[in-house]
Structure formats: structure tokens, C-alpha cells
């Protein structure tokens, strides 16, 4: 969708909010809005996607515990629809086109425009990872930290991950977080738990002039309240821009190394917090328990209430407060192992099948309706009446597959 703009900088703003076209990237975005002290509040770890692209699907990170992902961030989209018909929808104007559009996945028409609410930016960050050996203690924290309103003494920014059975060297060594004696450190945390598997926090507590004084005390405030391993802390201070477009980083580094241009079996899965621990043992600690791939796993939850159930987005249906996302966003370098990281994918979905493990598919990939219509559940027949609306030809992403197109009379067969 990169041509859609020509080639123009389709980015304007205004006190409150950011009108993009579907086209635009978010570091774009955030370039152009810091330029006036502003940014969106709802960001993805990684920056060089498309407003169109990111709220076709959700949009997360580790900032939606707060302000919910990014489409819940949006006030108003013009959308071209299947028909051809140009539309200016929102929460209070064509509400069913503007919920269907957002997570949409680009089945009822194409976003031309996204006015994204804007906050005032904040000028640094404390960057912090805190270790767990113990998946309980880490989940507790997690889920604490996220009930935090931004009044409270708390974290600006809440994400995990996992590493399992990795000798510590090649992953943090990528980034410049660790020092080498830090590394050392955690990898004999990791050899003394049973697993070898080690949780981080990843945390951030945005701050500016006014503020820098008092932040060191309000990490302390915070950090007294959590049971990370003693000692475990690691932080780091950098520019907004620096936290927000950190993924650059690793790009460059994994490109320099060719392995950014490699297949990427991704599976990224929402589960109910009351299942996340037994999620845990069987797929993380049980079927990946062995494996060494270049990649990461990530771990963490979000608040189910910053969710609007009428958009097309998905999420577990067990209607509890909390749900996890869990990243296994690992990178196959041979062919091999590109068909073990596919066969461990559909091992952990069968896992959760078996077990009863109500998790949804975030950013999901099925080859038949059948497979769409479970992904969908209680709100498929309703998107099913929006496409027949909006897109009844099913010109729109038909590379989702999710819906067939329309049977097309044989050449010289007679029509009414
Ligand atoms: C390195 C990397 C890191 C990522 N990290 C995150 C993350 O932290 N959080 C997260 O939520 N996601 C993340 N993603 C996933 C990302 O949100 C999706 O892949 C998203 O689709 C990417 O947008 P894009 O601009 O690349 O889309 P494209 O690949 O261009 O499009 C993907 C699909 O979105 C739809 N679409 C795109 N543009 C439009 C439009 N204008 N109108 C209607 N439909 C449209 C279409 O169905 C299209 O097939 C990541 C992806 C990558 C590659």
C-alpha cells in the first residue's frame, strides 16, 4: 500500500490528533509529530509499518495495557470500500464500517486515512529489564504492574519475554542493553533453574526536565513492589524516539548478519490469564523446551477492558479481565528447521486444542472459512453481513482467504 500516498508526506497535525494516510509509516509518524512535542500513545515494537497495515490487524505493544491497541486509539478513517463508494466513518458516523475496517484485516475496504489521537511526548525514557526465574512470580508482576492507572506510581510501558534454554550470548548480545559481564551473570541464573528457561520484564518510565529528578525515586517506589531475582535489574536511559524505534536497531544488526531476510514462522497467540501458566509448562517449557532459534519469544498481558468488542479484532473469548499475548517470533536459517518451527507451531495449537485452551490467533493465517469462521466465533455472521455490504464482489485482501470469491458465470453463459 506504500504507492498509495505517491510518494507525498500525507501526515498533518493538529493539537489533539494526526490525520495519516493509510500509507504512511509510523516512524513517519512519530518523526513528524515529535517535531511539536506530540506522539500517538499506542505503539508496535517495530515502527516501519503502515497505518493501514497495523489497524487492519490491532496494532499492539507495550503500551495497550494503558491506552488499548492502536485501534482504540483512532477517531475517525476514510475508507474506500469493495464498491467503490469513498467513506468518512467513525465511532458516531457509518460506526459499523469504521469497527469493521479497524482489525479488519482490509476485508471491506482500504484505509485512505487514520486521524490517530496524539498525547504530549515524552522526552526520555528509563529503559528497564527485570529477571525471573519463575514463570508465577513473573506473570504476578506483570499483571500487577498493567492494574496500574498513570497516576499511580507505575511503568509507562509493560512488556516479557522468554528465553529458553539459550546460552545468553547470541540474543542480548544483538542489543547493547547487557554489558558481557551481564550476560555472564544471567546465564548462570539461567543454568540454575530446572528449565533453563529465564522471564524478563521489559518495562519503560517516560520522563522530561520537570520530572528527572524524581524518577530514580519512583522506579524505587515501584521496583519495592515487585519479586524479580535480587539483584537482576538492568537499565538504561535514552530518547523517546530511541525506546519507540529500537527494533532499527536490531534490523540492522540481523540484516548485517543476513538473518532478517529469512522465513519467519510466526505464531503469535492470545491466551486467557487463567490458562497462561499451563500454556506455559506445555508449549513453552514442553514443545519449544529444546530449541536454540534465532528470535524471541514474548510474554505479556494487556487489559481486556481497553478492548471494543464491535471491531473485527479478536480476542479470547473467555471474557476474563486479562489475556496475554505470546509471541513465539522465531526465524527459520535453513530449510529444516523452518518445517520443525512450523511443526512446533501446529503442535502448540494443537496443545491448547487438547487441553481446552480458549487462545485466538493474533495476526491469524487459515486456509479454509472453516478455520475463519472458528477464528471469528460469535462475531463471524455479522462480518460476514458487513462484507456482503461493503465488498460484496470480495475484491478486497482476498490474500486472507477468507472469504471465496463469488462463483463468475462461465464466458458466453446467459445472465438476467
Ligand atoms: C518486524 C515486524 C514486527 C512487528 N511487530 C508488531 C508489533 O509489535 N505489534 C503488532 O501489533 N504487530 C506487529 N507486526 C505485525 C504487523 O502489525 C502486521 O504485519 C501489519 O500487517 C504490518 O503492516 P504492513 O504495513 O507491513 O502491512 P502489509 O503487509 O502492507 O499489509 C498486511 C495486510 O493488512 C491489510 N492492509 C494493509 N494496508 C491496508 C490499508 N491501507 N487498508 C486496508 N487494509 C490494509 C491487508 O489485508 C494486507 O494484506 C510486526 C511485523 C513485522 C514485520
Not at 277 to 296: E, S, T
Not at 375 to 387: E, T
Amino acid at each position: 500500500m506504500r504507492t498509495l500516498g505517491r510518494g507525498h508526506h500525507r501526515i498533518n497535525l493538529s493539537t489533539d490528533y494526526v490525520d495519516a494516510g493509510g500509507e504512511q509509516l509510523w516512524v513517519d509518524i512519530l518523526r513528524a509529530t515529535l517535531k511539536h512535542g506530540l506522539a500517538p500513545r499506542a505503539w508496535t515494537d517495530y515502527l516501519q509499518l503502515t497505518v493501514g497495515g497495523t489497524l487492519s490487524n490491532a496494532g499492539i505493544g507495550g503500551q495497550a495495557f494503558r491506552h488499548g491497541p492502536q485501534i482504540a486509539n483512532v477517531h475517525e478513517l476514510d475508507v474506500v470500500t469493495g464498491t467503490g463508494e469513498m467513506v468518512t466513518c467513525s465511532r458516531h458516523k457509518r460506526k459499523d464500517l469504521f469497527f469493521a475496517a479497524l482489525g479488519g484485516l482490509g476485508q471491506f475496504g482500504i484505509i485512505t486515512r487514520a486521524r490517530i489521537a496524539l498525547e504530549s511526548a515524552p522526552k526520555q525514557v528509563r529503559w528497564v529489564r527485570l529477571a525471573y526465574s519463575d514463570v508465577v512470580a513473573f506473570t504476578r508482576d506483570q499483571e500487577l504492574l498493567i492494574s496500574k492507572h498513570a497516576s499511580e506510581a507505575g511503568f509507562d510501558y509493560v512488556e516479557g519475554q522468554v528465553q529458553l534454554n539459550r546460552t545468553l550470548t547470541e540474543g542480548p548480545k544483538s542489543t547493547p542493553f547487557f554489558s558481557e559481564a551481564d550476560i555472564n551473570r544471567l546465564a548462570g541464573l539461567a543454568s540454575e533453574t530446572g528449565s533453563g528457561a529465564i522471564y524478563f520484564i521489559e518495562a519503560a518510565m517516560y520522563y522530561d526536565e520537570t520530572t528527572a529528578p524524581s524518577v530514580n525515586q519512583k522506579l524505587e517506589m515501584v521496583l519495592a513492589q515487585l519479586s524479580f531475582v535480587p539483584g537482576f535489574v538492568f537499565t538504561k536511559d535514552v530518547t523517546y524516539f530511541q525506546f519507540l524505534d529500537r527494533v532499527r536497531v536490531e534490523e540492522v544488526v540481523l540484516r548485517s548478519a543476513d538473518v532478517w531476510d529469512v522465513p519467519h514462522p510466526w505464531l503469535n497467540l492470545f491466551v486467557p490469564r487463567s490458562r497462561i501458566l499451563d500454556f506455559d509448562a506445555g508449549v513453552l517449557k514442553g514443545i519449544l523446551g529444546g530449541d536454540n532459534p534465532v528470535g524471541l519469544i514474548l510474554m505479556y498481558p494487556m487489559n481486556m477492558a481497553k478492548w471494543t468488542s464491535q471491531m473485527t479484532a479478536v480476542t479470547p473469548p473467555t471474557g476474563e479481565d486479562v489475556f496475554y499475548t505470546v509471541g513465539l517470533l522465531r526465524s527459520a536459517l535453513s530449510p529444516d528447521e523452518l518445517e520443525r518451527l512450523q511443526r512446533e507451531n501446529q503442535s502448540a495449537l494443537a496443545f491448547c486444542d487438547k487441553e481446552g485452551i480458549e487462545c485466538k490467533q493474533y495476526l491469524p493465517h487459515y486456509t479454509s472459512q472453516d478455520g475463519w469462521r472458528r477464528h471469528f466465533g460469535a462475531k463471524w455472521s455479522n462480518i460476514a453481513q458487513l462484507k456482503n455490504k461493503y465488498d460484496p464482489h470480495a475484491i478486497m485482501s482476498r490474500g486472507q482467504r477468507i472469504f471465496p470469491l463469488p462463483s463468475v458465470p462461465a464466458a458466453g453463459t446467459a445472465t438476467t
